[in-house]
């Protein structure tokens, strides 16, 4: 199995980079998808997220509540490790199972692990390649604000919780620069593709 870690900072284009991968035939799976199907009601994550930041981050469904979640984890950064080692380990469990179906009928398929994490929490070792998604710091969170509709403290708040560009680039074995125009983000994915498919290929 070839399996690429595609990341990048948020606002960074790693949609626009991720959905042209699959339309080229990668199999492409989401750990923030993922991480909402390891917390949805009646599993184990959700129930040890209660048991650690109580029941006002729960909906009246019993669902999570990732907004109030969300405004405990990014003020606090010992909220966000406990938070992190709850989910994480349930994620990772979860993306195995899924790269393995993704290339059941096709050995050389390429897998794409979309993972924003995966500096913070995954490390670049498990990967047969690391592309990294870049545009600097100042334009993601212009982004965030003009797209998003973010107040400009809380895009900033966002950008910094994570790892720093320089951290990310650090691990890439491949960069897609999306700070220019999108059609140049599209021609350097597509190049991208054959090089990762050609390594699928002698990989498999």
Request: charged share 25%.
């Amino acid at each position: 199995m070839f399996v690429v870690g595609l990341t990048g900072g948020i606002a960074a284009g790693k949609t626009i980079v991720s959905s042209r991968l699959t339309e080229r035939g990668a199999a492409h799976i989401d750990a923030d998808k993922l991480a909402r199907e390891v917390v949805e009601p009646g599993t184990p994550g959700l129930a040890a997220i209660e048991q650690r930041f109580g029941a006002g981050v729960l909906q009246a469904d019993g669902s999570l509540d990732r907004a109030a979640l969300g405004a405990v984890v990014f003020s606090d950064a010992d909220a966000r490790r406990a938070l992190e080692a709850i989910t994480h380990p349930a994620v990772q469990a979860l993306s195995q199972e899924r790269m393995r179906e993704s290339v059941a009928d096709d050995p050389t398929r390429v897998v794409v692990y979309d993972v924003p994490l995966l500096v913070e929490a995954r490390g670049a070792g498990e990967f047969d390649r690391v592309v990294v998604v870049h545009a600097p710091r100042a334009m993601r969170i212009k982004r965030l604000v003009a797209l998003r509709g973010m107040a400009e403290a809380d895009a900033v708040r966002r950008v910094d919780a994570q790892a720093s560009d320089d951290e990310r680039l650090a691990v890439a074995d491949d960069v897609i620069d999306s700070s220019s125009s999108l059609e140049s983000t599209v021609q350097q994915t597509d190049a991208l593709y054959r090089k990762l498919a050609a390594l699928a290929l002698e990989k498999a």
